[in-house]
């Protein structure tokens, strides 16, 4: 084909980010689920839901060290009329009481351990003082315990049959913990999606091999495998496509028969060897979009086949990872049924001028601080699509609507917070 003879690539009709987003979603199909054990459920995304089988607690627990007690036996109690009990029973934890609880008697009790039925309090041991008379052993109270004191009661947390976690739900901590309580040892989580990367461009050093004049190392394909690890997909990195648009083809038909979804970084704009436009407009591919109105990453390009996505990302640094943020995460997140699958709004203030002009939506990197109780984002000196370095430093995008003037500090803007920001 003429290098130079107008293709498909030079016309291009740009869409909002929003409209190609709503392209993507309703093309994203949901992985399976498959068991795993409960120590490698973490990060990953439940797939059933999950419903407590008993309650919790499923018995009457002591929430401290002392002695299980009819609290109508202090009542009336004081410094002036103390009153004696009699210790009857020793409840470990893990135990169950022996000898059934009647007025004037107590037992002693561990933290955590099965409160006898006929108590209907705890007293702590430091509220008393332990007395023997006749070869057996009296607490000493001088305060009235209210019903109730220091018992956990059944089902306080949960009762049979609530509804714990829903399916989508990313497994951490707090959710570990509750399937650890419940029993759920192999936990029903959502396959990974494998998703397959390639790179293109001759330009291309493996990281392994030395610097070359004129050449540079493949980061994006490292840098999106992070992403899609993150994103909770499998990554698996493919030899790069070269610029022969028929290996090329076959290589992706190849791909898709083995992956769930394919990326490719590079080789996406109107260039003589960027061969991933004429791809995604050939043979069995649909394609979806090849210009969004967003900067960086205008020339983000998505394609369909037989129901498997396919994006082709921008081989600049910074436009490939935007790409990636604002397309693949949410496909990926769609895969695995998370219900928000897109990169969360929040509003702050912007914390020094963004003087750069622009007729697209820039999505700028940048960091967020926290100072005086409100939220500023600042912008990266250096955000251009082809600059690796601030992407990280940033713990947001922030969202820079078309606009002829620039934006002032102190100005309210909306940024999306990326998964990595601690704030
Ligand atoms: N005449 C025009 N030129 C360009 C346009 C345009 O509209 N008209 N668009 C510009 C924009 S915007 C972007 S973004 C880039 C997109 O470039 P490609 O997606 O075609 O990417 P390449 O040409 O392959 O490479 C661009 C740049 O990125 C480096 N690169 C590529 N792959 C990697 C990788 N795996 N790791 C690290 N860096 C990579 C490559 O060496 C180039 O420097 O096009 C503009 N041009
Ligand atoms: O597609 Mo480019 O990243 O807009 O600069
Ligand atoms: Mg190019």
């Not at 992070?226 to 030899?239: R, V």
């Not at 995008?397 to 500090?409: A, D, H, M, N, Y």
């Amino acid at each position: 084909m003429d290098k130079h003879s107008p293709k498909d690539k030079f016309r291009r009709k740009a869409i909002s980010v929003a409209e190609a987003q709503a392209k993507i979603l309703p093309l994203v199909g949901r992985t399976e689920a498959e068991y795993v054990p409960l120590y490698e459920a973490q990060g990953r995304i439940l797939a059933e839901q999950i419903t407590a089988p008993h309650p919790y607690p499923h018995f009457r627990r002591s929430g401290m060290d002392g002695f299980a007690i009819l609290s109508s036996d202090t009542a009336d109690c004081s410094a002036d009329h103390p009153v004696l009990l009699e210790v009857v029973d020793e409840i470990a934890c893990g135990a169950l009481p022996r000898v059934p609880l009647a007025p004037g008697k107590v037992a002693r009790i561990m933290t955590g351990a099965k409160v006898p039925d006929e108590a209907d309090a705890v007293v702590m041991f430091e509220m008393t003082e332990t007395v023997t008379q006749h070869g057996k052993v009296f607490i000493r109270l001088i305060r009235e315990i209210e019903k109730g004191k220091n018992i956990t009661n059944v089902g306080l947390e949960l009762a049979a049959g609530d509804p714990i976690l829903a399916p989508g739900r990313n497994i951490g901590p707090g959710e570990i913990s509750v399937l650890a309580t419940f029993g759920v040892h192999r936990v029903p989580v959502m396959k990974r999606p494998r998703i397959a990367i390639f790179s293109t461009g001759s330009e291309l050093l493996s990281i392994e091999e030395p610097l070359q004049d004129g050449r540079i190392r493949n980061s994006n394909t490292y840098m999106l495998a992070s992403q899609i690890k993150e994103a909770g997909g499998e990554p698996y990195i493919l030899e790069a496509i070269k610029d022969d648009l028929v290996t090329a083809q076959r290589r992706v038909q190849e791909a898709f028969d083995e992956y769930d979804m394919l990326v490719t970084t590079g080789g996406v704009s109107v260039g003589d060897f960027d061969i991933m436009a004429d791809l995604v407009s050939d043979g069995d591919l649909e394609m979806l979009f090849n210009k969004v109105m967003m900067r960086p990453g205008s020339v983000t390009t998505a394609a369909v086949m037989d129901g498997k996505l396919l994006f082709a990302l921008s081989g600049n640094p910074g436009a490939c990872f935007v790409g990636f943020e604002l397309f693949v995460r949410p496909a990926i997140g769609g895969m695995l049924g998370v219900p928000q699958p897109f990169l969360t709004e929040i509003t702050a203030e912007l914390g020094r001028p963004y003087r750069k002009i622009n007729s697209f939506t820039r999505y700028v990197r940048g960091r967020l601080e926290v100072r005086e109780g409100k939220l500023f984002a600042y912008p990266a000196e250096l955000d251009e699509s082809n600059v690796m370095i601030t992407i990280k430093d940033s713990d947001g995008l922030i969202v820079i609507p078309p606009s002829t003037e620039g934006r002032e500090p102190g100005e309210l803007v909306t940024v999306l917070r990326l998964p990595g920001c601690l704030l």
